[in-house]
């Protein structure tokens, strides 16, 4: 079974607090992913990665950076959390374009309040 | 850009009744599509998906979806509810057209069955 694990399940922070969300993967998947989900409005795509040290900007990268530097490791970063970022935070993996018709495997989620 | 459109944002029904979950995409070329739900407090677990191989296809927990091109639509259906599907569902697309995997969500919708 594919595992995607996040660091934590729940996390308070601060504003102005530089936040960091970590994602790893245990299935050699060459793609992560991290969004966010708010009530109504879905999950978002903030960021994704297709190699080590690739990223692409989704739908509503401000505010957020990302890491890659090993292939089954994803961090999200927010430099200067803020309230409007108080969220679910999703990481999600999927293997290569030729596999599995594009099914992502999700993480349980962090659930961040930023006070 | 590619869409997806999840009609009614809470849909209730009793024990044992019909559950008909509406999803609709637009696009030109037929993407590949997914059902995905979320239980409270866990991230998303897919359901089931389309890639073209047979218009009606079935996922886990006894649920099903119908690909029906004319209509642009995968509407996700189950013959008798049950307590334990008492979460949120959401639909997603993936262009066929792109190299990568990107997933489009819909908003989700929200199913209380109650006894």
């Known amino acids: 079974d594919v595992k995607v694990t996040q660091s934590s399940r729940y996390l308070v922070k601060r504003t102005g607090e530089k936040v960091f969300l970590e994602c790893v993967q245990d299935?050699?998947?060459?793609?992560m992913f991290w969004y966010r989900q708010d009530p109504g409005l879905g999950l978002r795509l903030i960021y994704f990665?297709?190699?080590?040290?690739?990223?692409e900007k989704g739908d509503i990268p401000e505010g957020y950076s990302v890491s890659r530097e090993k292939k089954e490791r994803f961090s999200l970063i927010l430099e200067s959390a803020s309230t409007n970022q108080t969220s679910m935070y999703l990481c999600a993996s999927s293997g290569g374009q030729a596999s599995s018709y594009n099914e992502q495997f999700f993480g349980p989620g962090t659930r961040l309040t930023v006070l | 850009a590619q869409s997806v459109t999840q009609l009614g944002s809470h849909v209730s029904v009793s024990e044992g009744a019909l559950v008909l979950l509406r999803c609709n995409y637009s696009s030109s070329v037929p993407p590949y599509l997914f059902w995905y739900v979320q239980y409270p407090n866990q991230g998303l677990q897919l359901l089931l998906k389309?890639?073209?191989?047979?218009?009606l296809v079935k996922g886990i927990n006894g649920f099903e979806a119908e690909f029906k091109k004319s209509e642009t639509s995968f509407h996700l259906t189950k013959p008798s509810a049950h307590m334990r599907d008492a979460a949120e569902y959401f639909c997603?697309?993936?262009?066929?057209?792109?190299?990568?995997?990107?997933?489009?969500f819909g908003t989700g919708t929200r199913l209380l069955v109650s006894p």
């Open positions: 990665s297709y190699d080590v040290k690739m990223k």
């Open positions: 997603a697309v993936c262009p066929r057209n792109t190299g990568f995997q990107k997933l489009v």
């Open positions: 299935m050699d998947h060459e793609n």
């Open positions: 389309y890639t073209s191989a047979a218009t």
